[in-house]
Each structure stands twice: as structure tokens, then as C-alpha cells.
């Protein structure tokens, strides 16, 4: 049934994310303390739907078409939608003026800054480049599929909202836009520094297994991007081979923490005019 027996965790912790948000939005208290880690289950979904909208976790279409529907519940967010913005924009233009999400929309010297207000822009810019490629001519199929997932998704949220509007404000729609922001603030992580024009170094890379572990493979970027189809499970192997022997050092980082500090808190400078790491 599944294409590879690695998307038994993706499935086991789209469960968890089912079952924790259920238990929470039925019996939660104190909704501060549960924010960060629901939020951070919620993002584990959206990296789970990002390596299935590229990778399609099933044989069958059908199968494939209803993860699809749970995933776009799950996150508040229409699989489609992000298909467009993500596979079709993202990977066809990687961080050029015609990618919705161009890292240089933001300037600001004090690099935090451009952190916190990235994500605000570019969701305002998805949203209109996405609107504007779907009502372009022959693009009637995802229109038609993103509008259909919103039937669904905007229908049961309404629902939960008339059940308990504060349960649902709390553990779904809050922890949802927090993932979302994570979400996009993590392509200005990964491409606002390397040569966009090149072909390997136009990505950051993290390899520490651990952080790869919890996030299914995520910092391996290059190698992503190299070959957007291949299954995030031989992503370290394929780093190995491919992108480790000709990429810049520096944008193949270990850390994860070492480099948001470097990067966002100290020195936190932002040095990209030449889009070169400096250190
Ligand atoms: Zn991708």
C-alpha cells in the first residue's frame, strides 16, 4: 500500500497529531503551556504534507487524493494551494524575483528583524500569486481541487467553531498559524544566503541526525531541491553522494541552533548583499 515503509512514522505521527488535537480540543486547560508543542505537531504535518505533495506516500491515486484531504484538515491549509506555491512556484524559480516567496523582499540590517517579518509578507504574497495562477487559463484542474478542499476545510472548521469557538480558536486555528509561520520563516532559513544561480549552493544545509529525525529529513535542502521526487527517507545517503562533495562548507552546517544563533541573534547581521555566509 504505501510506496515506502519509511511513511509509517509520517502516518504514525499524523495519528498522534489527530488523536493529541482531539484529546486537547475536547478537555484542554491552560492553552499557553500546550501552544508551543501542538504547534510544533501541527508543523511536523505541514513537513509531512510537503513530502507527500512531492512524493505521493501511496500506490493508489485514490489513497493519495484522501491524505491529500486529511492533511489539508489537519492543517487548516489546502494541499493544493500549497502545491501551487510550493512545487509548481517555489521549485520551478528557487528564491528569483518570479518565487513568491524571494527572500530579498526583506532588507532589514538586523537580521531578526527580517525573521519576524518574512513569514507576514510572503503568506500576503502566496496568497496573491497563488489566487492569480489559479485563475489563469489551463489551470482549471487545481482550481478546481483547491476549491473543493476549501469546501471541506472551511465546513468542518465552521463546525468546531459552533461546538466550542475558544477550544477551537486555542488548539487548532492558533497552533495553525503558528506552524504556518514556522513554515515559511524556514524557507528564509534555508535560501536567503548561497548563490541562488547555482546549482548546489543555493541552499542551507543541516545534517545533525537527530534534528533530521524529528523532521523527517527536512535539512537536507540541496539534495531536496536536486531532485524534488526523491523520498525524503534517502535523503541523507543522496546528500552524501550528490551535494557533500561539491557544496560550499558553510552552507553544509550541522547545528541547527549554532546557526539560528549565528545567524538571527549573534552577530545577526544580515550578510547577504553578496548572499555569501561570512564567518
Ligand atoms: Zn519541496
Sequence with gaps: ????????????????????????????????????????????????????????????????????????LLNGNPATGMYVIHVLNHHEHINDKEDWGYTNNVKY??????LIIYPIITTGNFIKGKNKFLKEKGNEIFQTRESREKVILFSFYILLLIIDPLQTIWYIILPNLVAQ????????????????????NH?????NPILNWLTFNNGYHTIHHLYPELHWSLCPEHHKKYVKPHIDPKLDRE??????FKFYIWPGKRFLAENQIQE
Excluded at 187 to 199: F, K, M
Excluded at 203 to 207: H, I, K, L, M, R
Aim: a positive charge; proline letters at 2%.
Design 109 to 114: 540590517q538586523w537580521n531578526i528583524l527580517n
Design 181 to 200: 509561520m514556522i513554515v515559511v520563516a524556514t524557507n528564509l532559513l534555508q535560501h536567503d544566503v548561497g548563490n541562488r544561480d547555482s546549482e548546489i
Design 1 to 72: 500500500m504505501l510506496r515506502y515503509t519509511a511513511d509509517i512514522r509520517s502516518l504514525v505521527f499524523i495519528s498522534s497529531a489527530i488523536l493529541l488535537k482531539a484529546i486537547f480540543w475536547m478537555y484542554g486547560e491552560h492553552p499557553f503551556v500546550w501552544l508551543i508543542p501542538i504547534s510544533y505537531l501541527t508543523f511536523l504535518c505541514f513537513i509531512i504534507k510537503h513530502n507527500h505533495l512531492h512524493c505521493g506516500m501511496f500506490k493508489n491515486k485514490k489513497y493519495n487524493r484522501i491524505m491529500d484531504y486529511l492533511l489539508t
Design 255 to 260: 547545528s541547527f541552533l549554532e546557526t539560528m
Design 203 to 207: 541552499s542551507v544545509n543541516f545534517t
